[in-house]
């Protein structure tokens, strides 16, 4: 899929241990690359990534508040390319640890950059944020019609929005001083097997299975939903172009979903439930909390379209209902569908010709 780039060549991965850092992993794995995963450690319990059993080369602990452990971790596996995942990622939380979360989402960000520049192996960066990066005045679609594109405005009012606002400018910074390509990316809600984390709809709604309904606070707020190895595909397709081509691709880019998949929580939930009748859920009105979340939330990913020539593969049903299966196989009998996932996933992506297309492959030559 991506032209052999990844096949023995060396990746950094912050956040592997997380719900897309994890997946990210083990979709390296079945492209043959020997990977580090650098992580604080598991972050919730059940979690996905001890369940996977992955083979990483080097699996390490370690801060990215700390700039000399990161240092010391990249200096010490000397890889071709990082992909920066490691985070605070709750909207929520972020409202309770505003501090946690403008350390880690913007120094820590900048240790790994700055870490990455001074380890000469490294050729290429993809640092991941969000779509929530971008200044969003939560007003209709009558007044913010335009879904958001690359050039738009960066803010936000929550902690978490606003740290990776600041975390796209601390990457600009470093991408416009070095040679290095550094690329940073903004997707949409992935859904998938293997999420556990609080305060987001499909954990939640899996865990009504087996206990009180889950609380739908938003049902009508949109989001640009995707299963989780569509926006991993545009990394990695990115990723593989800077490797082959270089700086060029040293932007930033959206990888979202079409119209059709920004649909109201309401109907996300809807949807699980139909795959799965043990899902129970209810409305819950909370009434000025003061913890204020985007409710509308699209992106504009025209230009991934047209220079990566990636585009979403499975439909919104479909992404639910992969969704559901994983967790319903999982709590049935202990199945862990993860790799079977990327497999019929990377073969259908591969039969439509989403396939990576480069002009030069420069590899390190193999020594060991």
């Known amino acids: 899929m991506y032209g052999g780039i990844y096949q023995d060549n060396r990746v950094f991965v912050t956040g592997h241990t997380g719900f897309k850092g994890s997946w990210l992993t083990v979709f390296l794995e079945t492209l043959g690359a020997e990977i580090a995963g650098f992580s604080l450690g598991i972050p919730t319990q059940p979690a996905h990534f001890p369940l996977l059993k992955a083979k990483l080369r080097q699996d390490l602990s370690g801060d990215i508040n700390n700039f000399q452990t990161v240092k010391k971790a990249l200096a010490g596996f000397a890889p071709d390319i990082v992909f920066h995942l490691a985070a605070q990622p709750i909207v ?41 990066c971008y200044t969003n005045r939560n007003s209709d679609w009558g007044y913010n019609a335009a879904p958001f594109v690359e050039s738009g405005t960066l803010g936000g009012i929550d902690p978490y929005s606003a740290s990776k606002a600041c975390a796209e400018i601390v990457a600009d910074s470093y991408r416009q001083r070095t040679d290095i390509p550094i690329a940073t990316c903004r997707s949409g809600n992935a859904v998938g097997g293997g999420d556990w984390a609080a305060e987001r709809l499909i954990p939640n ?26 926006p991993l595909h545009g990394y990695l397709l990115l990723g593989a172009k800077m490797l082959a081509e270089g700086r060029d691709y040293g932007e930033c880019w959206n990888f979202g979903t079409g119209l059709e998949a920004n649909v109201p929580v309401a109907g996300i939930a809807a949807l699980a439930a139909k795959q799965w009748d043990k899902i129970h859920y209810e409305t819950e009105v909370v009434p000025d909390d003061r913890r204020c ?29 992969e969704t559901v299966r994983w967790y319903r196989d999982f709590y049935r ?21 989403q396939t990576l297309s480069v002009q030069t492959h420069s590899f390190r030559p193999q020594t060991e």
Request: proline share 4%.
């Open 92 to 132: 929520r939380l972020s409202y309770d640890l505003p501090l946690q979360t403008f350390q880690t989402n913007i120094i820590g960000t900048a240790n790994v950059l700055e870490a990455a520049v001074q380890t000469p192996s490294v050729k290429a960066v993809v640092v991941i944020t969000t779509d929530k």
């Open 205 to 230: 709604l899996i865990r009504s299975v087996n206990g009180e309904a889950a609380k739908i606070r938003m049902p009508d707020a949109t989001r640009p939903w995707q299963f989780v190895l569509e």
């Open 293 to 321: 979340e985007a409710s509308l939330l699209m992106l504009d990913s025209s230009k991934a379209y047209r220079r990566l020539h990636w585009q979403p593969l499975w439909s919104l049903e479909r992404s639910i209902e």
């Open 333 to 353: 009998n202990g199945t862990v569908r993860t790799r079977e996932q990327i497999g019929e996933w990377s073969g259908e992506c591969a039969s439509k010709g």
